[in-house]
């Protein structure tokens, strides 16, 4: 299978698998008990803790772990949302926002907070200008992901933050796409609060991690979501998931390691594989060719429904949406927000690469969705 949805989630690194396996089998022992075995799995629950942190620039204690990034959202927006309650009711997010973030946002409406839904431009970039106007007295919160899961569109984080620091709003990030992919710095960011997700750096499913801050210039106060122990300093209760935890560590340690030949190496097959598949005659790229990751590329495949060209894909993985829409049968909100037709959402094809991709699999890729497009569209008179 040539894998091409790493958007999605990655492969577990064969290091972080090595990682966890002693947690997972001899030293199973619960992190909160106070006999050597429980002390070396705080003491693993704390390395993992630092390389977490280092990766991202931040301090130890301003990691809560988590059980991926949907909770970590869910912690960080509702979390705020009750804490300062008393100083407004007004949150700033943006139309192409994962559902995580959306969803979040129509239950808080529910509860009485007004939520601003920022448009995007053409190439899914805001417009700090309109931040800038929507941006009230009573607005607690500004949330604006980091790099967009469909399209790889990455916003203009640090402007962002002085913009909401100066009408004195809180600044959260999803980064669930831009975490061990990017260099990112939370103080230099300006960044408040930032969700992330093990398995889209290497790591293993079921564990993420949220960074809140605890100096300044804003120390962050949150409402927990779970009661019931005290772990994580009051912010999260549960047993912690050891194992998960120190697989994501592990995979934090090779995302800072690998992260610069990381990005020159899948940048090259990307363009590649772009450029290629641009070739095809009625294609087009979606969202900015500029300010984007590098390793994804969304492709508009015209007079072809995108179900019809995966099916076709055999023994190749690639995307029409966001994986994190269950069976989902609506077009895509991101790319219906850049002014699509639902039928040219409905040809759309995301092509994530990620670190073990090789060079060998681009032409394989070029050359079936070649043959593909034109069959569908052969089908359909084009």
């Not at 927006?77 to 959306?102: C, D, F, N, P, R």
């Not at 994190?324 to 639902?342: D, K, R, Y």
């Amino acid at each position: 299978m040539i894998y091409l949805d790493n958007n999605a989630t990655t492969r577990l690194d064969p290091q972080v698998l090595e990682s966890m396996m002693p947690f997972l089998t001899d030293n199973f022992a619960n992190a909160a008990s106070t006999h050597p075995f429980g002390l070396s799995a705080s003491d693993a629950v704390k390395t993992a803790r630092q390389q977490l942190a280092d990766l991202i620039e931040a301090q130890p204690h301003e990691i809560v772990f988590t059980s991926g990034a949907t909770e970590a959202i869910n912690l960080a927006i509702k979390g705020v949302a009750e804490q300062y309650s008393s100083k407004g009711k007004h949150i700033i997010t943006v139309q192409t926002e994962h559902s995580a973030v959306l969803d979040v946002c129509q239950y808080l409406e529910t509860k009485g907070f007004e939520i601003t839904y920022l448009p995007v431009q053409s190439d899914g970039l805001i417009s700090v200008d309109q931040l800038r106007s929507a941006l009230r007295k009573d607005t607690i919160l500004v949330s604006i992901m980091a790099v967009n899961n469909e399209i790889g569109v990455i916003q203009p984080l640090k402007m962002i933050s002085e913009i909401t620091h100066q009408a004195g709003a809180l600044f959260m990030t999803d980064a669930t796409q831009a975490v061990g992919k990017l260099p990112l710095n939370v103080d230099e960011l300006g960044i408040d609060l930032m969700p992330m997700s093990a398995h889209k750096f290497h790591g293993p499913k079921g564990v993420g991690a949220l960074f809140v801050r605890q100096r300044r210039p804003n120390r962050v106060k949150l409402e927990a979501l779970l009661h019931g122990g005290g772990h994580e300093g009051g912010k999260r209760s549960g047993t912690l998931n050891v194992a998960g935890i120190v697989g994501m560590g592990k995979a934090a340690e090779l995302a800072q390691r690998y992260l610069k030949t990381d990005a020159e190496r899948i940048g090259k097959l990307r363009d590649t594989l772009e450029k290629q598949l641009l070739q095809i005659p009625q294609t087009r790229l979606n969202g900015s060719q500029t300010h984007r990751l590098y390793n994804v590329t969304n492709i508009l495949f015209e007079g072809c429904d995108s179900d019809a060209l995966i099916m076709g894909l055999e023994n190749m993985a690639v995307s029409n949406g966001s994986a994190c829409t269950s069976a989902s049968i609506e077009p895509s909100h991101v790319l219906m927000a850049l002014g699509m037709t639902e039928t040219e959402a409905f040809s759309c094809i995301r092509f994530s690469l990620g670190r073990f991709n090789t060079e060998a699999e681009i032409p394989q890729v070029v050359e079936t969705v070649k043959k593909v497009v034109g069959e569908l569209r052969a089908m359909s008179g084009r």
